[in-house]
């Protein structure tokens, strides 16, 4: 039987026995598995084997190892393999290979083409499989709801999950995004936010931030006079890296699925599901419902069974959409930061370019520059 966390705990437990002062031993322990945690990490990220990455993944434990010549067992690190697909190591490996990729310029064009033909293909055969979705994701849910001993409390749970959820979004666009823009800008902050009530209506009723982005820029462009220049480049980035709603949903469903299964979150894991989630919600396309996959990536990386994961595509629908305004709201206020930070070297951009007349008020950014 392979190592896994919960035993190395048990040896690091059992090796600070000695150590009677309990605070001294609870530092010792959580800096060994802090160490065990990041060489893990370290050790997933450097890919040998890319075949055996999409299968299994490489991680560290520590055993106890004695002989004849020492009384005391000591702890030895060792390499091992457990079942999963190491996904951050893939990511890593693809995103190493496609930026050698391109420096190597027409030489290159024929691998380019093979994935562009690759990714073709994948996406009719994702077209063809769509049609089924409806089937199979409520037959999906119906199974699940049928194999639940204990009905009434896996739903109270999934309340509390929802209501976990709307709480953290809610907390994230009243407080924490209105704090940042005080900060930075030393202005009315709710005022901002109750003229971008048209992105947010979008941003709901489409689930996605890419259709919400016309919307977004119309509204940030006109109604708030942001710079087109600094809109057009922070909202379309956004839309793809600005997903602080998406990354936050899937570190709450992960831990709630995990403790569906009776998996131990320990801190190694939770330090896995914060890194996986930030990295997977900026990889994730702009459409509704996408995060289910990753979030499926995700409880494979920390090795919890993901079939519960059927519970999620019942409420998804009106989650999804409260996400999408979040990461719509946060990619405003990011605009609003960074023009902000930007408009004194816009006036002077404009001012020795001739792009248009210098108005008074570019006259004094730059005089107070």
Not at 251 to 268: C, E, M, P, Q
């Amino acid at each position: 039987m392979k190592p896994t966390t919960e035993k190395t705990e048990n040896i690091l437990e059992e090796h600070t026995k000695p150590i009677r002062n309990s605070k001294l031993k609870n530092v010792i322990n959580k800096n060994l598995l802090l160490i065990l945690t990041l060489a893990g990490v370290a050790v997933g990220i450097v890919v040998d084997n890319l075949f055996q990455t999409t299968f299994q993944q490489t991680m560290t434990t520590f055993v106890s190892h004695s002989d004849a010549t020492n009384e005391n067992p000591i702890l030895v690190r060792q390499l091992t393999e457990r079942p999963g697909v190491n996904t951050m190591g893939i990511v890593v490996f693809c995103l190493t290979f496609g930026t050698l990729l391109s420096t190597i310029g027409e030489r290159g064009q024929v691998v380019k083409d093979f994935f562009s033909a690759i990714f073709e293909v994948t996406s009719k055969l994702i077209t063809t499989i769509v049609w089924l979705t409806g089937v199979a994701v409520a037959s999906f849910i119906a199974g699940k709801l049928l194999s639940i001993e204990n009905l009434f409390e896996v739903f109270s749970q999934l309340a509390l999950f929802i209501f976990c959820v709307g709480i953290g979004l809610t907390f994230h666009q009243l407080m924490m995004l209105p704090l940042i823009y005080f900060i930075f800008l030393r202005k009315q902050p709710y005022k901002f936010l109750g003229n971008l009530m048209g992105p947010w209506i979008t941003a709901f009723a489409t689930s996605s931030s890419a259709v919400t982005l016309p919307t977004t820029l119309s509204c940030m462009n006109i109604k708030m006079q942001c710079d087109s220049r600094v809109s057009k480049f922070v909202l379309t980035l956004g839309v793809n890296l600005n997903t602080n709603g998406t990354a936050m949903f899937l570190a709450i469903s992960s831990i709630f699925i995990s403790r569906l299964d009776g998996a131990s979150l320990t801190y190694s894991t939770l330090f896995t599901i914060l890194l996986m989630a930030t990295i997977s919600s900026m990889s994730i396309p702009s459409a509704p419902s996408s995060s289910l996959v990753m979030l499926l990536v995700i409880l494979t990386t920390i090795d919890v069974d993901p079939r519960d994961i059927s519970l999620l595509f019942a409420v998804d629908w009106i989650l999804d959409r409260c996400r999408t305004t979040s990461n719509v709201i946060g990619d405003c206020f990011a605009a609003a930061v960074v023009e902000s930070f930007c408009k004194i070297d816009l006036a002077k951009m404009e001012a020795t370019s001739g792009i248009q007349q210098k108005s008074v008020e570019n006259e004094m950014l730059i005089q107070s520059a």
